[in-house]
């Protein structure tokens, strides 16, 4: 995928230059366009779902306040977003050839959208218009209108980076992370964030019986359409299977992607659905909702953390298995040396060793319920030396992982910088190196300022290595760069300090014209190290 990378330029003299500049350039690398679209479709979202809300009267009579409160709030950020725009529109390339860039934009497809999501309701405040309250909320509708500026362009990219190629593959692209999958796949793939968030959501408050006796039809409403985005990137997903290396193959290919961990998740989040539709005649399946709460598994296919994690755990397993080994035993000791001690005094509760089972796992994970405690003197005194052990025992576990995350998040961070290293061998970092160093940064959790350090930093080593000096202009430009190459010169005077003669040192350094006086202070410094 080719994107234009251009280094951030300097502020503009103008007040107009600097809006533009920092607020809706998309060529400028740094500044805060992108957090800016992207704020302004999460207002334009909640605004839907407001919109929705105030259609339920026993959610919305009571805030009512609360939700003008809101709309006041987002009229304002929409008026203030298309002023800028208008202001900033003759440093826009779009607009500021024309005669009247800012009549020009005024009458662009993107503005008029802008402008129908805020007139009405100026033109109904000064008394222009007269309209009701239903009309103004449906009205609000036309706030959606304003996501076309952010889909409209990231469909085109998409369209453009996709040209020629089969559906098979267009539907892979915009499933998975490619080369070509563009804007359009982050988008698709936040969209099916929102929803997993808001089914699950649905069906936590849905457990609620004064909430579900009001909203019993908006939760169906929502699971149904839930069910059918989920049901679509299931199938969708199957159908461009075979378009990875990984799953070649029409039907073996498609069977052995079906038998991953992440498609069974993605087959377990909408069957209960369907289980329950077409058997609820035969048998009660209504405790299968309960496992649409399986569909939070599926964010796990958009955070990389699980699959830091599960590498650790993969590389740790001998040792936590050990640990959760000696755990067991622990669990197995307590609970029998509780029931040995309390049974006579407590049958209904120490009845035997597998109900012991609980208490000793209480005990031993310092949890203490207080449901099943010991009466006994004996009971007691082994409890307190079992909770004491259990403390660290069941430590260790937690401990271990959380060493071996850190490490295999510090070891992916190596072979990225190796990475860096092998795409700067030829001395470029073309479009296609930089979007895979982009995506991998992302996974570790490695801002863009961050990666522009390391790529500055790679090259300075290159040049290092390569021409045995450190380009000055280089220092002069990066104060990053210059810290750590100061650093680097201590540690090499202070290795010269470490291996020299160092009375023969100071007796040249005592010489008159031998050395300045602040090379003096600071051999003064290192030798008294």
Same mark, same amino acid.
């Given at each position: 995928?080719?994107?234009?990378?251009?280094?951030?330029?300097?502020?503009?003299?103008?007040?107009?230059?600097?809006?533009?500049?920092?607020?809706?350039? &998309?060529?400028?690398?740094?500044?805060?366009?992108?957090?800016?679209?992207?704020?302004?479709?999460?207002?334009?979202?909640?605004?839907?779902?407001? *919109?929705?809300?105030?259609?339920?009267?026993?959610?919305?009579?009571?805030?009512?306040?609360?939700?003008?409160?809101?709309?006041?709030?987002?009229?304002?950020?929409?008026?203030?977003?298309?002023?800028?725009?208008?202001?900033?529109?003759?440093?826009?390339?779009?607009?500021?050839?024309?005669?009247?860039?800012?009549?020009?934009?005024?009458?662009?497809?993107?503005?008029?959208?802008?402008?129908?999501?805020?007139?009405?309701?100026? *033109?109904?405040?000064?008394?222009?218009?007269?309209? +009701?309250?239903?009309?103004?909320?449906?009205?609000?509708?036309?706030?959606?209108?304003?996501?076309?500026?952010?889909?409209?362009?990231?469909?085109?990219?998409?369209?453009?980076?996709?040209?020629?190629?089969?559906?098979?593959?267009?539907?892979?692209?915009?499933?998975?992370?490619?080369? @070509?999958?563009?804007?359009?796949?982050?988008?698709? +793939?936040?969209?099916?964030?929102?929803?997993?968030?808001?089914?699950?959501?649905?069906?936590?408050?849905?457990?609620?019986?004064?909430?579900?006796?009001?909203?019993?039809?908006?939760?169906?409403?929502?699971?149904?359409?839930?069910?059918?985005?989920?049901?679509?990137?299931?199938?969708?997903?199957?159908?461009?299977?075979?378009?990875?290396?990984?799953?070649?193959?029409?039907?073996?290919?498609?069977?052995?992607?079906?038998?991953?961990?992440?498609?069974?998740? &993605?087959?377990?989040?909408?069957?209960?659905?369907?289980?329950?539709?077409?058997?609820?005649?035969?048998?009660?399946?209504?405790?299968?909702?309960?496992?649409?709460?399986?569909?939070?598994?599926?964010? @796990?296919?958009?955070?990389?953390?699980?699959?830091?994690?599960?590498?650790?755990?993969?590389?740790?397993?001998?040792?936590?298995?050990?640990?959760?080994?000696?755990?067991?035993?622990?669990?197995?000791?307590?609970?029998?040396?509780?029931?040995?001690?309390?049974?006579?005094?407590?049958?209904?509760?120490?009845?035997?060793?597998?109900?012991?089972?609980?208490?000793?796992?209480?005990?031993?994970?310092?949890?203490?319920?207080?449901?099943?405690?010991?009466?006994?003197?004996?009971?007691? *005194?082994? @409890?307190?030396?079992?909770?004491?052990?259990?403390?660290?025992?069941?430590?260790?576990?937690?401990?271990?992982?959380?060493?071996?995350?850190?490490?295999?998040?510090?070891? +992916?961070?190596?072979?990225?910088?190796?990475?860096?290293?092998?795409?700067?061998? &030829?001395?470029?970092?073309?479009?296609?190196?930089?979007?895979?160093?982009?995506?991998?940064?992302?996974?570790?959790?490695?801002?863009?300022?961050?990666?522009?350090?390391?790529?500055?930093?790679?090259?300075?080593?290159?040049?290092?290595?390569?021409?045995?000096?450190?380009?000055?202009?280089?220092?002069?430009?990066?104060?990053?760069?210059?810290?750590?190459?100061?650093?680097?010169?201590?540690?090499?005077?202070?290795?010269?300090?470490?291996?020299?003669?160092?009375?023969?040192?100071?007796?040249?350094?005592?010489?008159?014209?031998?050395?300045?006086? &602040?090379?003096?202070?600071?051999?003064?410094?290192?030798?008294?190290?």
């Amino acid at each position: 995928m080719n994107q234009t990378q251009t280094s951030p330029a300097p502020a503009r003299r103008t007040v107009r230059g600097f809006v533009y500049h920092w607020l809706f350039d &998309d060529q400028v690398q740094g500044n805060y366009h992108k957090q800016f679209d992207k704020y302004i479709s999460v207002l334009i979202v909640l605004n839907l779902l407001a *919109l929705l809300v105030e259609q339920i009267p026993q959610l919305f009579t009571p805030y009512e306040r609360l939700f003008h409160v809101f709309d006041m709030f987002s009229l304002v950020v929409f008026t203030t977003e298309y002023v800028l725009r208008l202001y900033a529109a003759p440093e826009d390339p779009e607009f500021n050839r024309s005669r009247f860039p800012r009549l020009k934009y005024i009458f662009s497809m993107y503005a008029l959208i802008d402008l129908a999501a805020i007139l009405p309701f100026y *033109l109904e405040m000064s008394g222009l218009v007269k309209l +009701d309250l239903r009309a103004l909320r449906v009205l609000r509708l036309l706030r959606l209108l304003k996501l076309f500026r952010v889909v409209v362009p990231a469909i085109q990219e998409f369209r453009e980076l996709n040209r020629g190629r089969t559906f098979r593959q267009q539907v892979y692209a915009l499933l998975n992370p490619t080369e @070509t999958s563009g804007e359009l796949h982050s988008m698709l +793939d936040s969209f099916v964030v929102w929803w997993v968030l808001i089914s699950v959501l649905a069906v936590i408050f849905e457990s609620v019986e004064s909430v579900h006796y009001v909203l019993n039809v908006e939760f169906v409403v929502v699971d149904s359409i839930a069910v059918a985005i989920f049901s679509l990137e299931y199938l969708f997903r199957l159908y461009s299977c075979v378009e990875s290396p990984e799953y070649k193959g029409a039907l073996l290919g498609r069977y052995k992607y079906a038998k991953a961990p992440l498609a069974i998740i &993605d087959f377990l989040a909408v069957i209960p659905f369907f289980l329950e539709a077409l058997l609820h005649h035969l048998f009660d399946l209504r405790f299968l909702r309960i496992f649409r709460l399986m569909r939070l598994l599926k964010l @796990t296919r958009y955070t990389q953390a699980t699959g830091t994690l599960y590498k650790a755990m993969e590389r740790e397993w001998p040792v936590i298995a050990a640990s959760t080994f000696i755990m067991l035993l622990l669990v197995v000791l307590t609970a029998s040396l509780g029931y040995l001690f309390e049974h006579e005094a407590q049958p209904d509760k120490f009845e035997n060793i597998p109900q012991s089972i609980y208490w000793a796992v209480v005990t031993l994970a310092s949890v203490g319920y207080g449901d099943i405690s010991p009466v006994t003197p004996v009971g007691r *005194l082994m @409890t307190i030396i079992m909770a004491l052990v259990g403390i660290g025992i069941f430590a260790v576990p937690a401990a271990i992982l959380s060493t071996a995350f850190n490490d295999q998040l510090h070891k +992916d961070r190596e072979l990225m910088h190796n990475e860096l290293a092998k795409y700067l061998e &030829d001395g470029v970092l073309d479009d296609d190196e930089r979007v895979k160093l982009m995506e991998e940064a992302k996974r570790l959790h490695i801002s863009e300022q961050e990666v522009e350090i390391l790529i500055e930093r790679a090259r300075l080593d290159r040049k290092t290595a390569k021409a045995g000096q450190i380009p000055l202009e280089m220092v002069a430009k990066n104060p990053e760069i210059a810290f750590e190459q100061f650093r680097i010169a201590i540690g090499n005077l202070r290795q010269i300090a470490a291996t020299g003669d160092r009375e023969a040192m100071a007796r040249l350094f005592a010489q008159a014209g031998r050395a300045t006086d &602040d090379e003096r202070a600071i051999w003064g410094q290192i030798d008294k190290r």
